[in-house]
């Protein structure tokens, strides 16, 4: 309405999730306060406590997430990583932006390093993937664990940006490959994967990701917890395996049902994440799904390699000058 002040957006996202930054403080409070009593009054934590108290004072006046320099809302992610940071990035000091800068760069080494090795084989199979971050760190999670002579193979896209994204993408790593030696069923490690997301994350956080599970004979077990369908390839035709479930990480109960398909010699499965689909124009058109089938479309996908090459190639020319706005990853896989 006229002569109404405008609400940032920043402020409304704020507000709705006060309940989430305040619990997540309140935890902090409670281990800093026993970690002071088991030091002696360290002082380091002491003065932790006072930043902790003074972030709650903010909840409670309605000034939290207001950066202290230019008095412009932070953004809910970086609240997310930290939510104790009371400036924003364009208010820092020289060295303080050097200092976020080189844990960048560490943040973005380390998730590489998470990553599976490229064209990899694992008995009938070949596997390739293709990973580009749009920012040093990313929230897609792209896996391939061997387990004797079966593999898992994961991919997924976690809530948010940036930091608080990557970190969840690394506990969704350290969860994955802590539970696949056990040998689990998807449903089954799908399920206590869930669970401990839930324990160890925000409320608001949680990741669409599809599991599977692989062996020698070209049989998969699936679960797609709310991602997009892959792509199968088979005998030459292609189709999306419509099925679905909840995301990862909303309610700790959640069950999981897995899907059974059998591959011939020389079929594929494509794996994706929304930073390929919606890939945009200069007219702000969406690359979609089908513009994925007809990038795949024709010879040339014996390997997997070829799959990437070929959506890769399709996502290029449609998306022409335009700059690219998400993270991008894809994970094939061919049964040869």
Not at 151 to 166: H, N, T
Not at 235 to 249: I, W
């Amino acid at each position: 309405m006229q002569g109404m002040e405008q609400v940032p957006m920043e402020a409304v996202d704020l507000l709705a999730m006060s309940s989430v930054f305040r619990e997540s403080l309140n935890e902090r409070r409670q281990r800093l306060e026993g970690a002071i009593a088991h030091s002696g009054g360290d002082l380091e934590f002491t003065n932790l406590l006072d930043q902790v108290d003074a972030a709650l004072a903010k909840l409670d006046n309605g000034t939290y997430g207001k950066c202290e320099e230019c008095g412009d809302y932070l953004e809910t992610d970086s609240l997310l990583a930290d939510p104790l940071v009371r400036v924003c990035i364009d208010e820092l000091s020289a060295p303080q932006k050097r200092s976020l800068e080189s844990d960048l760069e560490l943040a973005s080494t380390i998730q590489r390093a998470f990553l599976p090795g490229m064209s990899l084989a694992h008995g009938s199979w070949k596997t390739d993937f293709v990973y580009e971050p749009l920012g040093p760190v990313s929230g897609d999670y792209c896996d391939v664990i061997p387990v004797d002579d079966e593999f898992y193979f994961l991919l997924g896209d976690v809530s948010g940006k940036g930091m608080a994204a990557s970190l969840l993408m690394s506990s969704l790593h350290a969860i994955f490959h802590t539970l696949a030696p056990q040998k689990l069923d998807v449903c089954e490690l799908m399920s206590r994967a869930n669970n401990l997301l839930v324990k160890s994350s925000l409320s608001n956080q949680f990741a669409t990701l599809i599991c599977g599970r692989a062996n020698d004979r070209g049989e998969l077990e699936i679960v797609n917890a709310g991602h997009l369908p892959p792509i199968l390839i088979k005998n030459g035709m292609k189709g999306e395996l419509n099925f679905s479930g909840l995301p990862l990480g909303m309610f700790s109960e959640t069950s999981f049902t897995a899907s059974r398909i059998s591959l011939n010699r020389g079929d594929s499965l494509l794996l994706f994440t929304d930073g390929v689909t919606e890939s945009v124009n200069n007219d702000g058109a969406e690359f979609g799904v089908e513009g994925l089938f007809d990038s795949i479309d024709g010879d040339g996908i014996a390997e997997p390699s070829d799959l990437i090459r070929k959506c890769l190639a399709g996502v290029a020319r449609h998306r022409g000058g335009a700059e690219r706005t998400d993270d991008l990853t894809v994970l094939a896989l061919t049964f040869s």
